[in-house]
């Protein structure tokens, strides 16, 4: 089995699905000769040509736009966003227009997009290169939102968005891009949207998060497993919408709940979590839900002594959780 | 000539930047030998249908019995003449709220329009979950549109692209009024289909007014069409109330998109005789004197007085393309009244997503 980093995985997902089916190609900035601000595209450009791999204006609501405007006639765009924090032009489109059109027309119209957005920080690109922006459109109904943390399901969730019939909004933890590394099985590797993956089991706390968060939860709940304490760690993966039954499930083991996100903490993605648990699982609950976030302050600040400050680690989790273990 | 391009010959805005209307949409001489093989008493019978469903509309909100109505009263010139330059049932539309004539000459029904202006079961744009006339119609290639305006654009570009790609050899035709050209969407869609030379052609249905914002309060040049040239796209210039020359310019735009030599930007001027909506009261923000000079130059009465001199529309027809409008009229009023509301449990919660749809 290979091992391979996250944007490889991306990379390898994209590729298969353009040899897969001609009706699918990729628009965004910078994705057809330069392959790309990350490399996610390298060589699709060269294998594909032009075609497939089309360089738009440097504007993003018409790279959404127009995706939208391909699916309608029945291609299968995958549109580039370059850093997720210039998605905002394109809001208007995503939530006005492709997660309406379903609904709005009855079924008559469809739109099979995918939007690729690498988001959140820890690398240094200040106010507008590190925004974690899931909870806007976690809140949209005809939008899927999906964030992977491993190499294997950025592959098998990226091909089963292209596949899939709605707009999908794939954010991709840039982060991770080369520092997560990690085995692609050999076969068609098809991750469902939908079901969130339990990645460690325990029975004292359950730690729920996605995408580079996960990775640092697996971190932490390595560290804490020294001490004694066996937390069970949640991947939500696709976050709207919501896997309920696997969130519940968790937290009738365990009887606590810790939410980790990079994102701000009010009216952060993990709110809609700590409602769930206690609208269908307040009985079960021996604890207070606890959210670990990032501060209320607009973004990510640049300075190496700010960021770190700003952002979540293992070993902030690893204290969140240790607190929680002794409530 | 109905008919200019742009930019060369635009016409000159006032001193005090004011675009002076009267000149704006000046009389066009009736265009004869080149119309002919028009099928021209159906078109005209389109128009007339469109406008007595709409009068139709008006009177039903007055009556208290139906909730909401947006016209497209004035702009039956403009949306006949560019649905007679279409392959219909072949090239695609993006329209906009006000093209119940287009949307008549593309094949919706008198009965499905007053589906949703009643909002009844069955209206086909949306299942009547949005307001009246924010049409879409898959079986005749008609996007679905929203309200939000402009964001149409950029989906013509992207069904351009399609188009393109596939190297079909059809046609997207987009219409929007002016006001929603100072949206950022229409600069990046038209951008678009300039960039990468696609098979789109833009109408401006030029009314004069968003909803109470005169021209001059949108752009600083008398022609929209001006602005094709920043795109690198022809811009023309149409007299919007003229069904024969919107035609005549729409054919070249088309069959140029068809070529393959990229999008055209055509500004149909005409305009609005009524309020914006059911909601809006035009008295504040215009003269009825204003709005009674205009009803000298409708496109009716314009393309009745073309057709008469033209000997091919005699009283008689005339008489019973009023006759048929009417029944038609009646027999769609009578249709929506009597149709059930929809559902929440069915046409409410769903279809969200594509899983979810059930073709009856």
Same mark, same amino acid.
């Given at each position: 089995?290979?091992?391979?980093?996250?944007?490889?995985?991306?990379? !390898?997902?994209?590729?298969?699905?353009?040899?897969?089916?001609?009706? %699918?190609?990729?628009?965004?900035?910078?994705?057809?000769?330069?392959?790309?601000?990350?490399?996610?595209?390298? +060589? !699709?450009?060269?294998?594909?040509?032009?075609?497939?791999?089309?360089?738009?204006?440097?504007?993003?609501?018409?790279?959404? +736009?127009?995706?939208?405007?391909?699916?309608?006639? +029945?291609?299968?765009?995958?549109?580039?966003?370059?850093?997720?924090?210039?998605?905002?032009?394109?809001?208007?489109?995503?939530?006005?227009?492709?997660?309406?059109?379903?609904?709005?027309?009855? @079924?008559?119209?469809?739109?099979?997009?995918?939007?690729?957005?690498?988001? @959140?920080?820890?690398?240094?690109?200040?106010?507008?290169?590190?925004?974690?922006?899931?909870?806007?459109?976690?809140? %949209?109904?005809?939008?899927?939102?999906?964030?992977? &943390?491993?190499?294997?399901?950025?592959?098998?969730?990226?091909?089963?968005?292209?596949?899939?019939?709605?707009?999908?909004?794939?954010?991709?933890?840039?982060?991770?891009?080369?520092?997560?590394? $990690?085995?692609?099985?050999?076969?068609?590797?098809?991750?469902?949207?939908?079901?969130?993956?339990?990645? =460690?089991?325990?029975?004292?706390?359950?730690?729920?998060?996605?995408?580079?968060?996960?990775?640092?939860? !697996?971190?932490?709940?390595?560290?804490?497993?020294?001490?004694?304490? =066996?937390?069970?760690? %949640?991947?939500? =993966?696709?976050?709207?919408?919501?896997?309920?039954?696997?969130?519940?499930? &968790?937290?009738?083991?365990? $009887?606590?709940?810790?939410?980790?996100?990079?994102?701000?903490?009010?009216?952060?993605? $993990?709110?809609?979590?700590?409602?769930?648990?206690?609208?269908?699982?307040?009985?079960?609950?021996?604890?207070?839900?606890?959210?670990?976030?990032?501060?209320?302050?607009?973004? %990510?600040?640049?300075?190496?002594?700010?960021?770190?400050?700003?952002?979540?680690?293992?070993?902030?989790?690893?204290?969140?959780?240790?607190?929680?273990?002794?409530? | 000539?109905?008919?200019?391009?742009?930019?060369?010959?635009?016409?000159?805005?006032?001193?005090?930047?004011?675009?002076?209307?009267?000149?704006?949409?000046?009389?066009?001489?009736?265009?004869?030998?080149?119309?002919?093989?028009?099928?021209?008493?159906?078109?005209?019978?389109?128009?007339?249908?469109?406008?007595?469903?709409?009068?139709?509309?008006?009177?039903?909100?007055?009556?208290?019995?139906?909730?909401?109505?947006?016209?497209?009263?004035?702009?039956?010139?403009?949306?006949?003449?560019?649905?007679?330059?279409?392959?219909?049932?072949? #090239?695609?539309?993006?329209?906009?709220?006000?093209?119940?004539?287009?949307?008549?000459?593309?094949?919706?029904?008198?009965?499905?329009?007053?589906?949703?202006?009643?909002?009844?079961?069955?209206?086909?744009?949306?299942?009547?979950?949005?307001?009246?006339?924010?049409?879409?119609?898959?079986?005749?290639?008609? /996007?679905?549109?929203?309200?939000?305006?402009?964001?149409?654009?950029?989906?013509?570009?992207?069904?351009?692209?399609?188009?393109?790609?596939?190297?079909?050899?059809?046609?997207?035709?987009?219409?929007?009024?002016?006001?929603?050209?100072?949206?950022?969407?229409?600069?990046?869609?038209?951008?678009?289909?300039?960039?990468?030379?696609?098979?789109? /052609?833009?109408?401006?249905?030029?009314?004069?007014?968003?909803?109470?914002?005169?021209?001059?309060?949108?752009?600083?040049?008398?022609?929209?069409? #001006?602005?094709?040239?920043?795109?690198?796209?022809?811009?023309?210039?149409?007299?919007?109330?003229?069904?024969?020359?919107?035609?005549?310019?729409?054919?070249?735009?088309?069959?140029?998109?068809?070529?393959?030599?990229?999008?055209?930007?055509?500004?149909?001027?005409?305009?609005?005789?009524?309020?914006?909506?059911?909601?809006? #009261?035009?008295?504040?923000?215009?003269?009825?004197?204003?709005?009674?000079?205009?009803?000298?130059?409708?496109?009716?009465?314009?393309?009745?007085?073309?057709?008469?001199?033209?000997?091919?529309?005699?009283?008689?027809?005339?008489?019973?393309?009023?006759?048929?409008?009417?029944?038609?009229?009646?027999?769609?009023?009578?249709?929506?009244?009597?149709?059930?509301?929809?559902?929440?449990?069915?046409?409410?919660?769903?279809?969200?997503?594509?899983?979810?749809?059930?073709?009856?």
């Amino acid at each position: 089995m290979p091992e391979m980093t996250m944007v490889e995985a991306i990379r !390898l997902a994209m590729d298969e699905e353009l040899a897969r089916d001609e009706r %699918v190609f990729i628009v965004g900035e910078d994705v057809g000769r330069r392959g790309g601000v990350f490399r996610a595209t390298q +060589g !699709l450009f060269a294998k594909y040509g032009e075609k497939r791999v089309i360089d738009s204006p440097l504007a993003e609501l018409s790279i959404v +736009g127009v995706g939208i405007g391909a699916a309608l006639y +029945g291609l299968r765009p995958i549109c580039e966003i370059q850093f997720a924090d210039f998605i905002h032009p394109a809001f208007n489109q995503i939530v006005s227009e492709a997660a309406k059109m379903c609904y709005r027309s009855g @079924g008559e119209w469809t739109v099979p997009l995918v939007i690729r957005a690498p988001y @959140g920080g820890g690398i240094g690109g200040g106010l507008y290169h590190s925004q974690s922006l899931e909870a806007f459109f976690a809140h %949209v109904p005809g939008l899927k939102v999906v964030i992977p &943390s491993t190499p294997q399901d950025a592959r098998g969730l990226l091909k089963s968005a292209v596949r899939d019939p709605n707009p999908v909004l794939f954010f991709e933890p840039k982060k991770g891009y080369r520092l997560i590394r $990690g085995p692609v099985t050999e076969d068609e590797g098809l991750v469902p949207i939908g079901p969130a993956h339990v990645t =460690r089991e325990g029975s004292d706390l359950s730690l729920f998060a996605y995408g580079m968060m996960h990775h640092y939860a !697996l971190q932490a709940a390595e560290i804490v497993s020294g001490e004694g304490i =066996r937390a069970e760690v %949640v991947d939500l =993966r696709t976050l709207y919408p919501p896997d309920r039954a696997t969130i519940v499930a &968790s937290v009738r083991k365990t $009887g606590k709940a810790l939410i980790v996100h990079e994102d701000n903490l009010t009216g952060g993605y $993990g709110a809609e979590i700590a409602a769930i648990l206690a609208d269908e699982a307040f009985t079960d609950l021996d604890a207070p839900v606890r959210r670990l976030c990032g501060p209320d302050i607009p973004a %990510v600040p640049f300075s190496h002594p700010l960021q770190d400050w700003f952002m979540p680690n293992p070993n902030k989790i690893a204290q969140a959780m240790r607190e929680l273990a002794a409530y | 000539m109905g008919e200019r391009r742009s930019a060369g010959r635009a016409q000159r805005p006032r001193a005090n930047g004011k675009v002076k209307m009267a000149s704006t949409a000046t009389a066009t001489a009736p265009a004869k030998a080149a119309a002919t093989d028009l099928p021209l008493l159906e078109m005209f019978s389109v128009m007339l249908l469109a406008r007595r469903l709409d009068e139709r509309a008006w009177v039903l909100h007055r009556q208290g019995k139906i909730a909401f109505h947006i016209s497209g009263m004035g702009h039956e010139a403009t949306q006949v003449g560019i649905a007679y330059a279409m392959r219909r049932g072949e #090239d695609w539309l993006v329209p906009y709220y006000r093209d119940l004539a287009l949307m008549l000459a593309l094949g919706l029904t008198p009965l499905e329009f007053m589906l949703g202006v009643y909002g009844k079961r069955g209206e086909p744009s949306s299942g009547a979950r949005q307001m009246p006339s924010h049409f879409g119609l898959r079986r005749a290639n008609v /996007v679905s549109t929203s309200a939000p305006v402009a964001t149409q654009i950029p989906h013509a570009a992207g069904i351009g692209l399609a188009i393109k790609l596939k190297g079909d050899e059809r046609v997207v035709v987009t219409t929007i009024g002016e006001g929603s050209t100072s949206q950022g969407e229409w600069y990046e869609g038209l951008n678009w289909a300039a960039v990468h030379k696609l098979p789109v /052609v833009c109408v401006v249905e030029n009314n004069v007014y968003a909803i109470s914002e005169p021209q001059d309060r949108q752009m600083a040049v008398p022609n929209v069409a #001006d602005r094709a040239a920043a795109f690198g796209m022809p811009g023309v210039v149409v007299d919007g109330n003229d069904v024969l020359a919107v035609q005549r310019v729409m054919q070249q735009a088309v069959d140029r998109a068809r070529r393959g030599e990229g999008p055209t930007l055509v500004e149909a001027k005409t305009y609005r005789p009524v309020p914006h909506s059911s909601d809006d #009261d035009d008295r504040s923000y215009r003269s009825r004197e204003e709005v009674e000079q205009w009803k000298k130059r409708d496109p009716l009465l314009l393309f009745r007085a073309t057709l008469q001199s033209m000997g091919v529309l005699s009283e008689a027809a005339e008489q019973a393309a009023e006759a048929k409008a009417a029944a038609k009229v009646e027999e769609a009023v009578h249709g929506a009244d009597a149709a059930p509301y929809p559902d929440p449990a069915v046409e409410g919660l769903g279809p969200v997503y594509v899983e979810e749809i059930h073709h009856a």
